[in-house]
């Protein structure tokens, strides 16, 4: 019986890492810095992984590198395409948690939808990846991984895309993986996807946005506000209660954008709760002062969620109102929701599984997951 070499646990993984760490990573085996370069080629361009396959590397080299060295790549262990041509992709780490990541064609670009997390913490009471709770942060690799597995699923290497953390996970609450992901889909040698194509949307963690406002490398931002007063947003969007919406309105009112970028609000659409006339003049209050645009989110209806979607005519009414103040307002129009790719109703699998009775009809079955 062949024994599996236990090497391969060592292996450092050149999907964690920004070109510069594997340039000197290289550079301590006595390689030179330009191999890095030629390796990140290979992985985010051409979606090769295996160093073996790396034709314009030595073949010494080729051999060094496979025994230093793996490119780790999600799993796809599940792929479901909506009647609109959104693809939802399931993905099994290493560590078998599962998430989801979705394409979303023509808006009129193409739109790939990352994770940062698997579950999240942030609890969001119409939001259904609230309800598995945070389960733990995605690496770097992991996050950027996602677009090489779209990349290659949707045959799409070489095109260009667009990508909006909205995905499951709230990215400010993984600040320094999502932002070393963002480093790496950014690099000249690889994907090279400029920050003007990659929007990052946040429920407001205040003193990680404060952070973002420093970075060199900014991404547009999107808040989810969904409320337009503190009460309301305390059970809407707990973390409200640690960073108010007052708070998180003049974070943004200080946020440094260029000429012609604006912060996008996005406000989901809850039935008679915070879609009335009031609501909508109110908002229009609450952004006075700041370069920003309303994304109106009428609510992806799930079970479980105690909430309803409102009719389209309040929608449009609520719109109209902004729109007479000046206010830029756009409605999402929800795509993929016949197979739950839509924003809010991503959640996996395993979770479901994990539900107590779930779990008992499988321990009685003898299918118990092991974890
Ligand atoms: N954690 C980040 C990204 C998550 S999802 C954030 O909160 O911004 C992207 C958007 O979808 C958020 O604005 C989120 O509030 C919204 N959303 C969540 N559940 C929804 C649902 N059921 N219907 C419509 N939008 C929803």
Not at 50 to 58: Q, R, S, Y
Not at 64 to 76: G, M
Not at 198 to 224: K, Q, W
Request: aromatic share 4%.
């Amino acid at each position: 019986m062949a024994l599996t070499p236990r090497v391969t646990l060592n292996r450092l993984d050149v999907a964690e890492l920004e070109l510069d760490e594997l340039e000197t990573h290289l550079g301590g085996a006595g390689v030179p810095k330009f191999h890095g370069r030629q390796v990140f080629q290979w992985i985010y361009r051409r979606g090769v992984t295996d160093f073996e396959a790396m034709t314009d590397l030595g073949r010494e080299l080729r051999s060094q590198l496979s025994r230093d060295l793996v490119v780790a790549t999600p799993e796809l262990v599940g792929r479901e395409t909506s009647t609109d041509g959104t693809t939802k992709l399931l993905l099994r780490l290493a560590d078998g948690h599962r998430i989801e990541s979705v394409f979303i064609p023509d808006t009129p670009s193409q739109t790939f939808c990352l994770s940062t997390q698997v579950g999240c913490a942030m609890k969001c009471a119409f939001c259904l990846t609230g309800k598995m709770g945070i389960v733990r942060n995605l690496t770097a690799g992991e996050i950027v991984g996602q677009v090489r597995v779209l990349l290659r699923e949707l045959g799409m290497l070489g095109d260009r895309f667009n990508i909006v953390l909205m995905g499951m996970g709230e990215p400010l609450h993984n600040y320094d993986a999502t932002m070393k992901a963002l480093r790496i889909l950014a690099d000249d040698h690889g994907l090279a996807v400029s920050p003007r194509r990659i929007t990052l949307s946040t429920v407001g963690v205040l003193p990680a946005l404060e952070r973002l406002a420093t970075e060199p490398f900014m991404p547009n931002l999107a808040i989810s506000l969904h409320s337009t007063t503190e009460d309301q947003r305390d059970l809407l969007v707990p973390i409200n209660r640690k960073y108010g919406l007052k708070e998180l309105l003049d974070a943004c009112r200080r946020f440094p954008l260029k000429r012609r970028e604006r912060i996008t609000f996005e406000y989901v659409m809850l039935n008679e709760v915070n879609d009335t006339p009031e609501d909508a003049r109110r908002l229009v209050r609450l952004l006075h002062g700041i370069k920003g645009k309303v994304n109106l989110l009428p609510l992806n209806e799930a079970a479980g969620i105690p909430f309803e979607r409102p009719s389209d005519a309040r929608v449009n009414r609520f719109a109209e109102i902004l729109a007479q103040h000046g206010v830029t307002v756009s409605v999402r129009r929800s795509r993929g929701r016949d197979i739950r790719a839509a924003c809010g109703q991503l959640i996996t699998e395993s979770t479901r599984n994990a539900a107590p009775g779930r779990q008992l009809a499988q321990l009685m079955a003898g299918t118990a997951p092991t974890r």
